[in-house]
């Protein structure tokens, strides 16, 4: 099965091809660094990851552009208010430099956390000032700009298919868009290209409209055709982004090429939080912080995205993601124990079995990255590996391993496992004389290879209340029966 993938431009789901063959251009919509990613915010980031990945183990080279926001974005994602740069710079008594400094890294940290590959490149917006002027030139060269006192506009009525991304009419776009209110616009969905600045605006350019900065949307469509071409193959974000900023990138970029922009549009849908939204009000804007300070592993929250389609909400709840948290702890728990039976060594035997499971996974990731279904493969995997024996369990963890190329778990990392183990024991003295005589009595069977000995030491302690688990390096962890 090749891969299929919903369009938000034909509101179905169709078989990929790229413009090039073995290769893709992606463009991503970057934070906007004026502030904390939220985990709200990296739901959309950790769907495109998975995307990512899909492309990337069905062979494809993958050239993934996200950019950075630090300029332009307004606190409406119209033409409203003050630049969110601007009322970070007033908030905190700090440059736009050093904003956006702050806020990136910290952004570069959730996506580490998290387990996100890193883009191929990630262009801030004040580095392509001039790219953003040259296509504003363009767009007026084709007619499709004018200039008013406080910047220079797109004209969406010089662009017959604006609305084709929402599927709003134009007039519908006038009726319903948030857009600002400025009696100079020729049309109430026109758009800012390049504003004026005052004297005293704290980010500003000179160009040949006077002294000012961009508009938002010109920098994705700048920033995007500058690294991937006119033309390319996907563009990514949020469903916020379908009605006005993803429709106003494509006016631009049509408008001024006359080539079609993007061959498909994919878009995520929002996390709520306890079946609401979240809000600053509310204190529920959770970041990775918030997770581990509630006793919650970043990757799992990650394996918790993968609990709902990417084009589903996915609500997020304390007990839900810890929930989750225990499923991937059993998965990385299994990873370990395979691992300590291959350190065994023996024959896998036949792995053919596994055959239907590989082929279940590629045909789930392929079918519009359908995680859930393919999280469903891998714990049927797992569980029919348990029944088969020890080298079923090995020759599974094999597979498993290639498979997290797409979970991106770091299930190779046993690190955290052994973490966990060391905080759940305690010292050999603790135990009673006769259990840690026993234990020691088995690694001896075990260093000299006489596994038959070690395994009836390991039923005779499990006889006194306690339960031995090898794991890999030569670990041993001891736990009571009833924990």
Same mark, same amino acid.
């Given at each position: ?222 920033? @995007?055709?500058?690294? +991937?071409?006119? *033309?390319? &193959?996907?563009?990514?974000? $949020? !469903? /916020? ?39 600053? @009000?509310?204190?529920? +804007?959770?970041? *990775?912080? &918030?997770?581990?300070?509630? $006793? !919650? /592993? ?158 009836q030491i390991r039923d005779q302690v499990r006889t006194l209340g306690y339960e031995l ?15």
């Amino acid at each position: 099965m090749t891969l299929r993938i919903y369009n938000t431009l034909t509101r179905s789901k169709e078989e990929f091809k790229s413009l090039e063959a073995g290769k893709v251009g992606m463009y991503a919509c970057g934070p906007t660094v004026y502030s904390y990613a939220h985990i709200g915010n990296m739901r959309t980031y950790l769907f495109e990851d998975v995307l990512r990945r899909v492309l990337q183990y069905d062979g494809y080279d993958v050239t993934h552009i996200m950019n950075i926001t630090d300029v332009g974005h307004l606190v409406s994602d119209a033409d409203e208010g003050e630049d969110k740069m601007i009322t970070a710079m007033r908030r905190e008594g700090k440059s736009a430099y050093d904003i956006a400094q702050f806020y990136t890294a910290f952004f570069l940290q959730e996506m580490e956390r998290l387990n996100c590959l890193m883009p191929t490149t990630m262009p801030p917006a004040t580095a392509h000032i001039p790219e953003m002027i040259t296509l504003i030139q363009r767009l007026d060269e084709r007619g499709h700009s004018y200039v008013i006192e406080d910047g220079v506009y797109y004209d969406v009525s010089t662009f017959p298919d604006y609305g084709k991304l929402s599927r709003l009419s134009l007039e519908g776009q006038e009726a319903g868009a948030r857009v600002e209110v400025n009696d100079e616009k020729r049309n109430p969905a026109d758009f800012a290209l390049w504003k004026k600045a005052a004297a005293n605006h704290l980010m500003q350019w000179p160009s040949p409209w006077g002294q000012g900065y961009p508009g938002w949307h010109i920098e994705c469509s700048a920033m @995007s055709m500058e690294y +991937l071409g006119e *033309t390319f &193959d996907i563009h990514t974000g $949020g !469903v /916020d982004h379908i009605p006005i900023h993803h429709e106003n990138e494509i006016a631009q970029s049509e408008g001024a090429t006359g080539k079609k922009f993007v061959n498909y549009w994919v878009h995520g849908e929002f996390l709520l939080m306890d079946g609401g939204k979240m809000s600053k @009000s509310l204190g529920n +804007l959770y970041t *990775t912080d &918030d997770l581990m300070k509630n $006793g !919650v /592993d970043p990757l799992a929250y990650r394996y918790f995205s993968f609990t709902a389609h990417y084009r589903t909400k996915l609500n997020f709840t304390w007990d839900a993601v810890k929930a989750q948290q225990k499923a991937f702890n059993k998965l990385r728990e299994f990873v370990a124990n395979a691992a300590a039976l291959a350190s065994e060594g023996g024959e896998l035997g036949d792995t053919a079995w596994l055959d239907g499971y590989r082929q279940q996974f590629q045909d789930a990731i392929d079918d519009d990255l359908n995680m859930p279904r393919a999280v469903g493969v891998v714990w049927n995997m797992v569980n029919d590996s348990l029944k088969r024996g020890k080298a079923a369990q090995v020759a599974a963890r094999e597979l498993l391993l290639d498979i997290d190329r797409v979970l991106g778990l770091r299930l190779a990392d046993l690190q955290p496992m052994l973490k966990q183990i060391e905080a759940l024991n305690t010292a050999l003295d603790e135990l009673p004389a006769e259990v840690a005589s026993l234990i020691e009595e088995r690694n001896a069977a075990k260093a000299g290879k006489d596994f038959k000995r070690a395994d009836q030491i390991r039923d005779q302690v499990r006889t006194l209340g306690y339960e031995l688990v090898d794991r890999p390096g030569g670990v041993v962890e001891w736990r009571k029966v009833d924990e």
